[in-house]
């Protein structure tokens, strides 16, 4: 199964098992404009993206919301999915938000896509080796201006003293989040 295929099934299998995930608009306020954006213009995003955000905010679902968001977002390892820029601002208002269940696994995966979408540079064989030439991932620079967009978030999970979760935000961290805020 290729990698949309596997987002697809993964979206459709939320939705089966919590069905009411796909009925109305996200009542959470972080997830406020995520019905109006088109996903379909978005090469290779599956059906059901506010679904699996919807699901991120639902206790039950969470768990298995998590698992399609990042099916989702990556498209392979190391390599964020052309849909990652779209989700990036309901990423970080989420993240920002206590309530949300797995919050922290949110921040990480906040933390990924800054550090994922840092360009490659040039003159490296090593980068270019790993991550490919920047015209050949226009994700990463869709992904920056998303952060560049919602700098005031990235300020905001960076004073947040409940993140990182699990351990204290490295150096390296903070400065791949505030480079791809372009702060």
């Known amino acids: 199964m290729d990698h949309d295929a596997a987002a697809a099934a993964a979206i459709a299998a939320l939705t089966e098992a919590y069905p009411h995930l796909a009925q109305g608009p996200a009542s959470h306020p972080a997830l406020a404009g995520c019905e109006e954006v088109d996903w379909t213009v978005i090469p290779g995003c599956p059906k059901g993206v506010p679904v699996v955000l919807r699901g991120l905010v639902d206790p039950r679902a969470a768990e298995e919301a998590s698992r399609a968001l990042s099916w989702l977002v990556m498209s392979g390892p190391l390599r964020i999915s052309t849909v990652m820029p779209a989700v990036v601002p309901f990423l970080l208002r989420l993240a920002a938000d206590p309530s949300v269940p797995l919050r922290g696994e ?7 896509a800054a550090a994922l979408s840092e360009p490659a540079d040039p003159g490296s064989p ?3 080796a790993i991550s ?5 991932h226009p994700e990463r620079a869709l992904c920056r201006a998303s952060f560049a967009a919602d700098a005031a978030w990235v300020r905001r999970l960076l004073a947040d003293e409940g993140l990182p979760v699990d351990s204290p935000l490295s150096d390296d961290e903070r400065a791949r989040l505030l480079g791809a805020a372009g702060l």
């Open 132 to 136: 490919g030439p920047e015209e050949d």
């Open 126 to 128: 090593w980068d270019l």
């Open 106 to 112: 949110l921040f990480d995966l906040v933390l990924m």
